[in-house]
């Protein structure tokens, strides 16, 4: 059964500071139209340009991913992605009056709370997964980062983590997602980290003006002077924090909402910059010591490889023996010579059909359209994808040959490839929501050699003949 895309039932709003920047920042979230994907339009410069949340355009991932076009920035994209991705959200629209999404906590927590206060909507459109085929793998130059994604037997999209500092406070670690649902309870709450001597260089050189104890959980790896703890809260602007440290571990300000808290926000950030790849991915990527630079290189990957399959076309395997030949199809369909527009059914169940036409020179349309010009007429094209459809409805029926198909709706019908004679068609059908009194709904691609000639939403009604 298909998946429909899915949007923001409502807008939503925040506001907060930006990590690094330190500046105030207003962001609002827009419900998307479908095949909209994830798009942040900055307000406050003039014309209001949008960056696609999209690998293409990664132009930094120091501390943090940012996105860009020109002179024109969206700094730490990554937890609000997260939350729009572990959400099975495909489409927004999110506003920024600043060049930096606000921080909030330090996790994805309050993002995940606002869509689940205005809710989710199904969309028409069908999600577009990326279903992973085989192994990938990628390595930086150093061996340090390694990843790795195979197929899941169930399409899941799952995720392990291993962090390994070799740090006496934070050791080896390990996180796993097993599939998406379990992102807003499991991951969303989970604060981005920072070891206390990252920290304070991070402050003496300008960054993280945003930074805060609130927003972070600071780990400890050797005893201070409580004067040189003292000193990194002035840096931080908070001078009359009393900060205390026994021994090493997390420092007093903050306290863990998981053991393995540090690993979980990894694989958080690994979510939101995977976002970026632009389809909902099926398969298991496994991460050691991952970070945005390793996540980015990884996608992009991923990216290439969505890419090459695309400009290979979908491949269907034509040499087995069909489900049902011409004389069997003819059993289901009334149509006949010069109407009946489908040779064979190569595969059929309850919610698919693979149906196929070879076209030839003796198609008596072609006399007409157009001489010296062979065309297969779009209408043809779509009244062939509604045999298959046929087939489709009547599969499930009792002595289907008693039954008739009327179609009463087509829509979102795109030509893309002419067809003409020597081409095979290939049609794919199915269901985009189950037969109910009757109704069959139903989406349809035709393809030559791979590639998509024609498309449509069907919409029929199966009626038994007196």
Known sequence: MSVKQKTLAGKLDFKGIGLHTGEAVEMTI??????????????DVEGQPTIKADLDNVVSTNRGTTLGKGD??????????????GSEIDNAL?????????????????????????????QESDKDYFTLKENLYYEDEDGYVEMLAVPTPGSEFRITVMVDYNSPVLGTQHASMYEIGEFPKEIAPCRTFVFLKELEVLAKNGLIKGGDLDNA???VEKLRSQEEYQEIARLLGKEDLDIKVEGIGVLNTTKLQFENEPARHKLLDIVGDLALVGKPIQGHILAARPGHSGNISFGKIIKNLIRQEKKKGIEFDLSKPPVYDVNQV???????????????ITELDEN???GVKNVTINEPFFQGHFPGNPVMPGVLQIEAMAQAGGVLALHNVDEPERWSTYFMKIDAVKFKRKVGPGDT??????LTSPIRRGIVQMKGIAYVNGQAVSEGELMAQIIKDR
């Open 30 to 43: 827009h419900p998307a139209p479908e095949n909209h994907g994830f798009v942040f339009k900055r307000v």
């Open 72 to 85: 024109v920035l969206v700094n730490t994209t990554e937890h609000v992605l997260a939350s729009l991705y």
């Open 94 to 122: 999110i506003e920024l009056n600043g060049s930096e999404v606000p921080i909030m906590d330090g996790s994805a927590q309050k993002f995940i709370e606002g869509i689940q206060s205005v809710g989710i909507v199904d």
């Open 217 to 219: 959980i600071v780990l």
């Open 330 to 344: 003819m059993n289901i369909l009334p149509h006949r010579y010069p109407f009946l527009l489908i040779d064979k």
């Open 352 to 354: 698919q059909v693979v």
């Open 425 to 430: 068609v290939v049609f794919h059908l199915r």
